[in-house]
């Protein structure tokens, strides 16, 4: 009696815990969220690959070095009001569903960049120009606020435990085919157009291009499903508001369920989990940014190379990123997330310095091997990141936790990348910067990964084990029955023989 009563205190696992993914609808919803990402990545590479296009066209009364500057200011602005978006998109992905956020941002981000097409430059509208400008900047960053988390959590939430590194790889891959997209257009219409044709009329083509491919986006977002983990987790708070009968039990539950109750449980209860999301966040966004936005104005600007060649290196830089992501994140699913950010993170602080001293370097063949190895060490993160943040958080409020803390981290330290490094480099006159500021990044990253706990192949928290074939869903809960009924005979042992070992017997 004893030995089963020892069996039944830990729930079994049953076939209606395991949820078996349906193949086509995996692949429609890893492809919509990756288009999206792509979209918004394309707008925001653009921009920062025209940073002293735009400086032109928008702050021409000031130096060149200011109008850089001005022009990574109205770029860093957008990603101060992205906590804004994430309070207020996440919370409401986690309460009305994960599908109908991502559409809505997908609608702002699209007609907020086809916008910036048709403003007005300083040379037409003085003033009012730039501050058209930082108007669309702001809708953009508000948007993006719900973007990133709510594309990763979807496809986290849709893909079999064992393969959400690889699925969730295809996410960053759209973000960085969305930066080769932007660069190689910029390159080909700066080679086409020249610099004059360029800052007079040329700027706006590349952000006229994001209307139908936001209408594309769109369509495909409408036409998802919702999460398995998300209708599970509504079936569950449904079933628990119908059981609490009494007015006080029903006023928790509301609160509870509330977005500042939401957001208060994320801060007291999943702090831990905050911190280090912030901190992956960092290494992950500081090298991103420095490599994408930051590098090729770096190297225009100060390192005064020719501005096709800059682009080039960049454009291969992230066709590299492309092509091994989603090796990276098969990766993850077999050797784990945390190795792959520790490693990436030692490897960013032993090989910082060495790197920006190749991009340093004249020609062009020591630069790319420069830009290179930035781009593998940048892919070390951009593989792993979609699957690991967001199994750090449950599922009631993996939405809202992840959209908050992605967002203040990105905004404090990731989108400012190019403002700080850029006002470093003009305060010290340290050609070497770039180096330093990854090195902090990878320090910072280095630190968080060693407090990650593993969670390649297993079930995101809140929810039970998701598999591809009802196959693999029968072996589970067979093998979860044994493993069950091994630890219960484990324990009976041990209660008739006290302070003897059973291990030695096997």
Known sequence: MLRTLLRRRKKQLSIEDVTVTDRPEVRRAVLAAALGNMMEWFDFGVYAYMAVTLGKVFFPSSS?????????????????????????????????GRQRVLAATM????????????????????????????ICRLVQGFSTGGEYAGATTYIAEYAPDTRRGFLGSWLDFGTFVGYALGSG??????????????????????????????????YMRMRLEETPAFRAETEAAQARSSAATGSHEEEIEQARQSGHGRLKEIF??????????????????????????YLPTYMTETLGKNATTAQ???????????????????????WGRRPMFMAGSAALIALAVPSMLLVRADGALLPAFGCLILGLLLVCFAGTAAATLPALFPTRLRYGALSVSYNISVSLFGGTTPLAVSALLETTDNAMIPAYYLMAAGAVGLVSAFFLH???????????PMVETPEQARLLVADSRTEAGRRARDIWMRLRHPGHSHDDER
């Open 312 to 334: 080039l290196l960049i454009l291969g830089t992230m066709i590299l990123v492309a092509l091994t992501i989603t090796v990276v994140g098969r990766s993850s699913d077999v």
């Open 107 to 134: 609608i702002m981000m699209a007609v907020s960049t086809f916008a910036v097409g048709f403003l007005p430059g300083y040379a037409t509208a003085g003033f009012v120009a730039p501050v058209l400008l930082l």
């Open 185 to 218: 257009l910029v390159t080909v219409l700066t080679a086409v157009l020249g610099t004059d044709g360029m800052t007079d009329w040329g700027w706006r083509l590349p952000f006229l291009v994001a209307g139908p491919l936001g209408l594309i986006g769109l």
């Open 454 to 464: 593993e969670t390649a192949g297993k079930p995101l928290r809140g929810s039970g």
């Open 268 to 293: 007291t209860r999943h702090w831990e989990a905050v911190l280090i999301c912030m901190g992956l966040v960092v290494v992950y966004n500081v090298t991103s940014y420095m490599v994408t936005s």
């Open 64 to 96: 060149s070095g200011a109008q850089v500057i001005s022009t990574f200011a109205t770029f860093a602005a957008a990603f101060l009001v992205r906590p804004l978006g994430g309070l207020v998109f996440g919370p409401l992905g986690d309460r009305i």
